[in-house]
């Protein structure tokens, strides 16, 4: 129950890459015919994967994965407004690839404000409006937090930005795929996504820029990608991710069900049979496969470890830092304190997941909570204080 | 016969990769035992990549292509080392991911010396070395020409570097795999490579970068590849890549024979058979697989479609930049004219072909050449010129 870290492929997803590793190797730039069915395959992967969006095919430029096209949204459009001004707003849940590209423009001598969210992981619309000055050239939000799922109110905040003003980039990888995403809807200019956030491949990402945006790229090189991102196109990644797309949007409306249902019942049981957890994240506006909760009393890593032995995969918050073991930012910045963030439990849900393992889950989970308190001595003092 | 530009996968490689697509899913971050498999595989085929340049480990940096290594290492170490001097010294017959990432730096306050080469396409080291300077903090020459195939004398030049002075970068994406690279005794720091230069899969890269030598991160993100390379690993890629790296270690010597037989017999063949040809690059420091030429009279696209139309795949330079039909800056630099620039014709050769494949493009080739001269005013000209 990790699906957002790691993600068994949809079997048509890989029938759809195969060929890529196979019969079909021309490459899309080659003046002569084997590049023909590759240079096929390229475009109709664009049209799948902007046909997800609502954005035209052209707009779509692909990358190595949701990191690398936060990176070049946040830093390929500063760098090309640095003339028109340099302060840029991210909210403070941003993932890394987003914040820290922000504290790397920082360097480069630009402001970075930090919009703050409440206590839901929401951030609030005004909150941020009021960060806008006439120098602000970048806001960039994500648009569900792929730490507690919450769903943030983007058109709202495109609605009251000023016209003309800066240029909204959103970090779309954990909605994408997961529930609906519509970029005019959104409001958005810039919107990064991942295929292995919706069961396609690893190494398959892709910003979506709206025509008339200016993007320095990240990288230099060839002229493919219409000069934005050089680097001989990875086939079998890239069709892969538009087979993804292509099934996200048939599949799309009967996942968010199926979803949402098996992350109800396990939000119920996991607040009704465990005691002192609290749902982090907003109770409602949360992506279909997300239940976070912070566990007092507990520690992340030894809970992880502990449901591991009873077959159970889970995470602590983004895989991309769960090895630096820090309490995670997301949570300090809705206000949880550190000693409750220490004990963030993440499940997400997939395809692979059905009722049966989340009744297993609310079997375990209870057992091992106990366990690791009974040999807490935070807990000990805690009951101590109880009952004195 | 355009293997530079796209090869199919070595079987063996494609093997290698399935399981990544297939049952094997976990994602290496993470703390339970999903994760196992995965990060087996990643540190596995990091050893496999070390072993086929001679270099350690941990030592590696996966990346998505060969031009994100060569991205990452020109500007990576040049940002950490701008406290120390803004002069940087790049070949002026290298790929354009180094030579336009030099480009972006130059934009960042660098200032950037392009060493020339001679007729053959070898950077001469003494002309080179006189460009250095105290504040040169990097030094970036293509181990092996990917248009004209030349062989660089990188040792010379890294023995003629001051102590303690420049980092020295080198491109090995076209030598790696085809010939024997090792870098200490090519005595450089850092070096790219590119798995689908040697039939392993695209999307596949690594920078090498010596213990010690400091390198700001092209990207902003989690902690993968020890913080300098954040996203999820793409391991179908990266076990591809471990495969080709090991099966290029093992039939190198073979695989250097039999091309190096392919490419004489064309080379001669080309050189006896067409008037007004000449062969680029270095006569016997070049790639195994490289037959590059220019035919005067010619011009390069019509020659790639007709000898197309004839069921033979060829290339005019980069794949990179095909498309964009300008004469060669590599063919420049070796002082040959916008002319017999525009006549450029590369053939690669790669496992696939044997020897019936070279006496059909010579049997073509003459046929392809006559008829685009007969339609040429430039050798009508030429003709009348020789009989006056």
Same mark, same amino acid.
């Given at each position: 129950?990790?699906?957002?870290?790691?993600?068994?492929?949809?079997?048509?997803?890989?029938?759809? !890459?195969?060929?890529?590793?196979?019969? %079909?190797?021309?490459?899309?730039?080659?003046?002569?015919?084997?590049? +023909?069915?590759?240079?096929?395959?390229?475009?109709? /992967?664009?049209?799948?994967?902007?046909?997800?969006?609502?954005?035209? #095919?052209?707009?779509?430029?692909?990358? #190595?994965?949701?990191?690398?096209?936060?990176?070049?949204?946040? @830093?390929?459009?500063?760098?090309?407004?640095?003339?028109?001004?340099?302060?840029?707003?991210?909210?403070?849940?941003?993932?890394?690839?987003?914040?820290?590209?922000?504290? *790397? !423009?920082?360097?480069?001598?630009?402001?970075?404000?930090?919009?703050?969210?409440?206590? *839901?992981?929401?951030?609030?619309?005004?909150?941020?409006?009021?960060?806008?000055?006439? +120098?602000?050239?970048?806001?960039?939000? *994500?648009?569900?937090?792929?730490?507690?799922?919450?769903?943030?109110?983007?058109?709202? %905040? /495109?609605?009251?930005?000023?016209?003309?003003?800066?240029?909204?980039? *959103?970090?779309?990888?954990?909605?994408?795929?997961?529930?609906?995403?519509?970029?005019?809807?959104?409001?958005?200019?810039?919107?990064?996504?991942?295929?292995?956030?919706?069961?396609?491949?690893?190494?398959?990402?892709?910003?979506?820029?709206?025509?008339?945006?200016?993007?320095?790229?990240?990288? +230099?090189? &060839? $002229?493919?990608?219409?000069?934005?991102?050089? &680097?001989?196109? +990875?086939?079998?990644?890239?069709?892969?991710?538009?087979?993804?797309?292509?099934?996200?949007?048939?599949?799309?409306?009967?996942? !968010?069900? =199926?979803?949402?249902?098996?992350?109800?019942?396990? $939000?119920?049981?996991?607040?009704? @049979?465990?005691?002192?957890?609290?749902?982090?994240?907003?109770?409602?506006? =949360?992506?279909?496969?997300?239940?976070?909760?912070?566990?007092?009393?507990?520690?992340?890593?030894?809970?992880?470890?502990?449901?591991?032995?009873?077959?159970?995969?889970?995470? #602590?918050?983004?895989?991309?830092?769960?090895?630096?073991?820090?309490?995670?930012?997301?949570?300090? /910045?809705?206000?949880?304190?550190?000693?409750?963030?220490?004990?963030?439990?993440?499940?997400?849900?997939?395809?692979?997941?059905?009722?049966?393992?989340?009744?297993?889950?609310?079997?375990?989970?209870?057992?091992?909570?106990?366990?690791?308190?009974?040999?807490?001595?935070?807990?000990? @003092?805690?009951? @101590?204080?109880?009952?004195?």
């Amino acid at each position: 129950m990790d699906n957002v870290a790691a993600a068994p492929l949809l079997p048509e997803v890989r029938e759809a !890459m195969l060929p890529y590793l196979g019969e %079909i190797f021309g490459n899309p730039q080659s003046l002569h015919n084997w590049g +023909d069915g590759a240079r096929e395959a390229l475009e109709g /992967a664009r049209e799948q994967v902007a046909a997800l969006i609502g954005g035209a #095919s052209e707009e779509i430029i692909f990358t #190595s994965s949701g990191t690398e096209a936060n990176n070049m949204a946040v @830093k390929g459009i500063a760098r090309s407004r640095a003339e028109k001004g340099k302060h840029i707003i991210v909210s403070s849940i941003e993932h890394f690839s987003v914040l820290n590209s922000a504290r *790397t !423009m920082q360097r480069e001598g630009f402001e970075v404000s930090l919009a703050p969210v409440d206590s *839901t992981g929401t951030v609030v619309p005004d909150d941020l409006l009021k960060l806008v000055r006439p +120098d602000t050239v970048l806001v960039s939000v *994500t648009q569900a937090s792929s730490e507690v799922g919450t769903i943030q109110p983007l058109a709202e %905040i /495109a609605a009251g930005l000023p016209k003309d003003g800066p240029v909204l980039h *959103t970090d779309a990888v954990a909605g994408v795929g997961n529930i609906p995403v519509d970029v005019k809807k959104l409001g958005v200019q810039a919107l990064s996504l991942a295929g292995n956030q919706f069961n396609g491949p690893r190494g398959s990402g892709a910003l979506w820029v709206k025509r008339g945006v200016r993007l320095l790229p990240l990288m +230099d090189g &060839g $002229i493919q990608e219409g000069g934005r991102r050089p &680097g001989t196109e +990875d086939l079998p990644a890239i069709a892969g991710l538009g087979k993804a797309a292509e099934i996200a949007r048939r599949d799309l409306d009967v996942r !968010m069900e =199926r979803m949402s249902g098996l992350r109800d019942m396990l $939000i119920e049981g996991v607040l009704g @049979k465990v005691e002192h957890s609290v749902l982090t994240g907003h109770p409602v506006n =949360r992506l279909p496969g997300y239940a976070s909760f912070c566990l007092r009393f507990i520690e992340g890593e030894a809970i992880l470890m502990l449901l591991n032995s009873h077959g159970i995969a889970a995470a #602590s918050g983004s895989a991309c830092t769960s090895r630096a073991l820090k309490a995670s930012h997301v949570l300090l /910045a809705m206000g949880i304190n550190h000693e409750l963030a220490q004990g963030s439990v993440l499940f997400t849900l997939g395809p692979v997941n059905d009722a049966e393992d989340v009744k297993y889950v609310l079997e375990k989970l209870p057992e091992v909570v106990d366990r690791l308190r009974r040999m807490s001595p935070l807990y000990s @003092k805690y009951l @101590k204080e109880q009952k004195g």
